[in-house]
């Protein structure tokens, strides 16, 4: 394998581009800017992955047995198998989504890839869209223009309008993704990812829920950007016969074997060697499915066999040029003029580095320059979410008239002394609730879409999570204001402005700390199991906040635990270090004169 393997397939691909006499002008085209000393060759071998069913588990699976294959520049190529065949776990596995349980090599233009390395030279697009649903698709990409891209102004504006009009997104430049068909969602993922020109991408099913005009078109645009230059793997569950013949290379996994690596015009001769004739107008992708299924026989130990388990090219054929329609045609001169960028790129070196480096460079922009992008996304976002902003500050004014209404005039008065000991309290766990159970229900929608972005190198976690905090700030504090305004007027509490300020001080701290603890509830569960197990994490807070149970009152063991609380330190400074000892007396004084 190594340097002479390369060598070998890029005289292989550049024979296949330029040696057809009845190629196309459009495939001619593609050929004058296609840069292989700049493309990603892709190389694994006995690749070999264990999971647990559970985390728990002591027994592990194995998903996949010692596959190997090769994956070509200029060449679409898509991984095909049945459901649960391994096809989606390889694909994870090669994009260095999954890193853990993996055994084998994985070579990246004949060297070790390093990860960091090839994950800043490569787009992962997962098979759900994961968009931002408030956000236009010229906003969108704006976004990612800012955050990919070190060009001008001019230039980034440049390249979104010829990739908008690549994808035939340009007639919704102004439409909300929330509100665009799925091949329009699907198109524009890709778009998103293809702003810095990645010379490897990779497709988890794109045409997954797709008609069929449009998953051709969508297949057709993934071919013509393989013949641009760069390396596209994608996994597909059963493609037509029409996607298939678009198809260059099909890989196809079965029980977490490979079973044919090839051409998708090999595939038929393949199985006839093994006996399996396919029958005359059947598409060979269902008959091959079938045979993996098993009905007509246990074959896939002999497949597995013949192909080698991956590491057999006999059945590779680059020579082999597909007639190009007029469909074709044209979106291969739009992806022609689109991304004249792959030949600036200086030609790829995969450095297998050691010890300390500058993590920033994984990035394109600055810390600074991601907060300041994500800030602005997250306004937009919040501004156009009236629901949950109208709704956080409804629920805030009606639950205040409530409490003012119940607790009206007991500030002052000695008599009520007990009654406004407990609404100090609830206002402080009322707003402890309500931040948390605001961010346990929002921030799981929101995680899928941290999840690529943040995988495909767009920013920084703490980018992301800085920019969140400041943009929801002035919405939790105009609510948690609200709310304290009139609970504080109608329930006639002291009006001393350093009182006042104080109080709304703690409230928006406990609400702060609360919505943190709603964060990692809502990172490590979905929604439904965050509404149920999330109170088990902030009821201990409540319990040993001192209002319950005091602390000297407390057995010995467990007063270590008051500490932990930070609603307890909260409720400490709205009542007053000392309000127990000051309402002990007013009490005494008050049954006194009865």
């Known amino acids: ?23 196309s002008t459009t495939t001619k085209k593609l050929d004058d800017i296609m840069d292989i000393d700049n493309s990603i060759f892709l190389l694994f071998e006995d690749i070999t992955y264990y999971a647990r069913p559970w985390i728990f588990s002591r027994r592990k699976t194995e998903l996949l047995k010692n596959v190997s294959g090769e994956f070509r520049a200029g060449e679409l190529t898509a991984i095909m198998g049945l459901s649960g065949a391994g096809k989606s ?23 070790t890839r390093n990860l960091n390395e090839f994950r800043r030279l490569s787009a ?45 997104l340009d007639t919704c430049r102004y439409t ?55 390396t596209v ?50 598409n060979p992708a269902d008959y091959l499915l079938e045979i993996c299924n098993g009905d007509y026989g246990k074959y896939v130990p002999e497949m597995v066999n013949a192909i080698e388990n991956g590491k057999n090219r006999a059945w590779r054929s680059s020579s082999n040029v597909t007639t190009v329609n007029h469909q074709e045609e044209v979106i291969a001169l739009n992806v022609t003029a689109s991304f ?51 709704t956080r500050l409804s629920m805030h004014f009606v639950i205040a008239l409530l409490v003012g209404v119940i607790y009206f005039k007991v500030g002052q008065d000695a008599v009520y002394v007990l009654d406004n000991f407990n609404l100090l309290f609830f206002n402080i766990m009322f707003l402890m609730f309500s931040a948390f159970s605001a961010t346990v229900t929002t921030f799981p929608s929101e995680l899928p879409v941290i999840m690529r972005e943040h995988f495909n190198r767009w920013y920084k976690l703490h980018s ?63 929604i439904q199991h965050g509404m149920i197990f999330g109170p088990f994490v902030i009821l201990p807070f409540l319990i040993f906040s001192g209002f319950f149970v005091q602390f000297r ?15 307890k330190y909260g409720f400490e400074v709205t009542t007053g270090q000392n309000f127990l000892v000051r309402m002990s007396i007013a009490t005494s004084l008050y049954q006194r004169h009865c």
């Open 464 to 526: 992301f999570y800085l920019a969140n905090k400041l943009a929801d700030i002035p919405i939790q504090f105009i609510a948690i204001s609200l709310y304290i305004l009139i609970v504080y007027y109608m329930s006639d509490q002291l009006l001393e402005l350093q009182r006042f300020c104080l109080y709304t001080l703690m409230c928006f701290a406990v609400s702060m700390v609360a919505q943190m603890f709603g964060l990692l509830v809502g990172t490590g569960m979905k």
């Open 176 to 230: 909300l993704t929330g509100q665009l068909s799925g091949g329009e969602r699907k198109r524009l993922a890709i778009a998103l990812e293809l702003i810095n020109s990645p010379p490897i991408l990779f497709l988890d099913e794109p045409t997954s829920g797709l008609d069929s005009v449009t998953s051709k078109y969508c297949i057709t645009l993934l071919k013509q950007l393989a013949k641009a230059g760069q």
């Open 233 to 282: 793997i994608c996994s597909i569950h059963q493609p037509s016969a029409s996607l298939l013949n678009m198809v260059d290379h099909l890989y196809v996994v079965a029980d977490g074997n490979c079973v044919y690596s090839g051409s998708t015009q090999n595939v038929v001769p393949y199985l006839s060697s093994l006996g399996l004739h396919c029958p005359t107008h059947y």
């Open 1 to 23: 394998m190594g340097t002479k393997v390369l060598i070998e397939m890029q005289q292989q691909l550049r024979h296949a581009v330029r040696s057809s006499d009845n190629a």
């Open 124 to 168: 992962y697009i997962m098979q759900n869209d994961n968009l931002q649903p408030l956000l236009t698709v010229q906003e969108a990409m704006n976004v990612a223009a800012e955050l990919k891209l070190t060009t001008s102004h001019r230039q980034k504006k440049q390249k979104i309008d010829q990739i908008l009009m690549t994808m035939s």
């Open 89 to 111: 776990t390889l694909m994870d596995i090669l994009a260095g989504f999954t890193t853990a349980g993996v055994t084998g090599n994985i070579m990246v233009n004949s060297k």
């Open 340 to 390: 004249q960028a792959l030949r600036q790129r200086p030609p790829l070196e995969m450095r297998h580095t050691s010890g300390r480096r500058n993590r920033s460079a994984d990035y394109a922009t600055s810390f600074w320059k991601q907060l300041v992008i994500l800030l602005k996304r997250n306004a937009i976002r919040l501004s156009r979410d009236k629901v949950l902003t109208f």
């Open 553 to 567: 009152d407390a057995h010995p063991y467990l007063r270590w635990l008051f500490h932990l609380s930070f609603l």
